[in-house]
């Protein structure tokens, strides 16, 4: 192999070995960084236990300050409609790990009493109605209560002071409510305003209430809905129930659809909504509710259609309403996120606050002792407490995912680390092979150095040679001016050779002249005929030219000297 082959195979080898080089250098950044993360969350796992009962500590102090708030104001509520009542009791105990709130009464001789098992409808539905206004309050999100008839069942003896405590607390907290009642509420509150129920389903049940005075109620902005307008909803063909700021009611006799705007109102927000809700004979149902600034919140079912429901903001000339650039009109079987956001009445902690449900009437107090608590998660420091516990639960199977699989990458990592051990003993040999690269290549370079000084001689040694040559030629020769002197004599030579070149030649002419003249001179006068000659015979062998001038001549004139002419010839 040259040294330049040699050299360019250890380059190669270089660059291969600081590539794999740098890829260990990598592999082993990447196993510390992720022994680093993997140590973190195996930290964080380890305080796992702390955290919790540090959380669990909070949630049941956050619960207890819950707790005495509401057995305060359910104490206070429940002997102003029921004077001389026993105090209400909440306790809250723990059930599998989870908070568990018993609502009772407190007997004078300490002992406690079931709220619903041990009392009458009256009790429970004014424990049930405080806890709802209270819950609504503490959400937090829209305040607007809607009551149906079993949650407003009382004796009539009662009912005045359930509608004032009604009163007095949607008005200290700023609730709008509708209260469905079959009792007659003409002369129970003359600040409430009060909507009747009038006809029968088959024939279209009609609505009379306080519009005018409701409408002049409100300032434009505020908060609050203005009407419920029901068309072809059920028994209702086209009937609005006017609503105001504070508390409202509808009465009327029992099976002609006051529920139905309960129903109406579950569809809106809730999305319960079933084809039943289609009033017989129409095509579709149409909820129309009245919100601030004169827009209108519009809900329409629509059996075998699609999309099955929609809902639609309007502004006071009917357009559709748009927000960002969006039309706020969406269809679907689930309430859309701007009907939530606007209006605030949703499902909080999976209880129905808003909107009472016509078949469970009793708010809370039917539930298990474990999902009653949730009313205590209600509030803005219970649900930071919460939403801490998710945080932690999240960051719980995040870490335990985190070291399950960080350890395998690790494991990994390693292994490809093993490829890579032998990199320090290959470093090694390459610059062992480098410096006989280095060698090879200054080898190389001394032996074209001789190479070159090699022929650099042999063309010296040929120069000498040619040299002796002409010296040995040379050494014969005279000295310069025997030779100036061997070229004159020379120079003499072949001038001499020259003018006796001219003389023999003239020579030769003159010799060749006088044989010519000898020659004339012995001719006679006259040419004689030969004997027996005959002029035609010597012109034929001629060719018709005289023998002796070379002329066209004429057979009767070739002997007298008369040359013929070309005419004559002829």
Request: charged share 25%; proline share 5%; aromatic share 4%.
């Amino acid at each position: 192999m040259r040294a330049d082959e040699a050299a360019d195979a250890v380059a190669r080898l270089g660059r291969a070995l600081a590539g794999a080089e740098a890829r260990r250098d990598a592999v082993g950044a990447a196993i510390a960084a992720r022994a680093a993360v993997v140590a973190e969350a195996k930290g964080r796992l380890a305080q796992r236990d702390a955290v919790d009962a540090c959380l669990r500590d909070l949630q049941q102090d956050a619960h207890q300050r819950s707790l005495a708030s509401f057995e305060t104001l359910l104490t206070a509520l429940v002997q102003e409609v029921l004077p001389g009542e026993k105090p209400v009791s909440l306790e809250l105990a723990t059930e599998r790990g989870l908070p568990a709130l018993d609502i009772g009464l407190m007997r004078p001789d300490g002992g406690r009493e079931d709220v619903l098992e041990d009392n009458g409808g009256a009790m429970t539905n004014v424990v049930g109605m405080a806890l709802r206004l209270i819950a609504v309050v503490k959400a937090g999100v829209g305040r607007f209560l809607a009551l149906d008839e079993a949650d407003c069942w009382i004796a009539p003896d009662r009912v005045p002071a359930f509608y004032r405590v009604l009163e007095d607390g949607a008005a200290r907290l700023g609730v709008q409510c509708l209260a469905i009642s079959h009792h007659d509420l003409g002369a129970v509150a003359a600040g409430m305003a009060v909507s009747r129920v009038a006809g029968r389903p088959a024939t279209g049940v009609a609505i009379d209430g306080p519009a005018a005075a409701c409408a002049a109620a409100w300032a434009p902005d505020q908060p609050g809905f203005r009407f419920v307008r029901l068309v072809d909803v059920q028994g209702f063909a086209d009937a609005t129930l006017p609503l105001g700021p504070g508390v409202n009611a509808l009465i009327g006799p029992n099976n002609t659809g006051k529920s139905t705007v309960i129903r109406a109102l579950r569809a809106v927000f809730y999305g319960e909504a079933r084809d039943g809700l289609v009033r017989a004979g129409a095509t579709a149902a149409r909820i129309e509710i009245g919100v601030a600034g004169g827009r209108t919140l519009r809900f329409v079912r629509q059996p075998r259609r699609s999309p099955v429901n929609l809902w639609s903001l309007h502004e006071p000339d009917g357009s559709l309403a748009v927000e960002r650039g969006a039309r706020l009109e969406t269809g679907g079987r689930d309430v859309p996120d701007w009907v939530d956001r606007l209006f605030g009445i949703r499902r909080v902690e999976d209880l129905d606050l808003h909107v009472a449900h016509q078949k469970f009437p009793v708010f809370l107090l039917g539930e298990k002792p474990a999902k009653r608590s949730a009313v205590l998660s209600i509030g803005r420091e219970a649900g930071i407490v919460r939403d801490m516990q998710a945080i932690q639960r999240e960051r719980v199977i995040d870490d335990q995912r985190t070291v399950r699989e960080g350890e395998r990458e690790i494991t990994r990592l390693r292994e490809v680390a093993l490829g890579f051990a032998d990199l320090d003993g290959i470093a090694l040999a390459i610059d062992s092979l480098r410096r006989q690269a280095g060698a090879l290549a200054q080898a190389d370079d001394r032996l074209r150095r001789i190479e070159a000084r090699a022929a650099g001689l042999g063309r010296l040694s040929a120069e000498h040679r040619a040299a002796g040559l002409r010296d040995a030629a040379f050494a014969g020769l005279p000295d310069p001016e025997a030779a100036a002197a061997l070229g004159r004599t020379l120079a003499e030579d072949r001038h001499r050779v020259a003018l006796g070149e001219r003389l023999l030649a003239a020579s030769r002419d003159r010799r060749a002249a006088e044989a010519r003249a000898a020659i004339l001179a012995a001719l006679p006068s006259r040419e004689p005929v030969p004997a027996g000659y005959e002029a035609a015979a010597l012109l034929a062998a001629t060719g018709g030219r005289c023998p002796a001038c070379g002329a066209p001549a004429a057979a009767a004139h070739l002997l007298d000297g008369h040359r013929a002419s070309p005419g004559e010839a002829a």
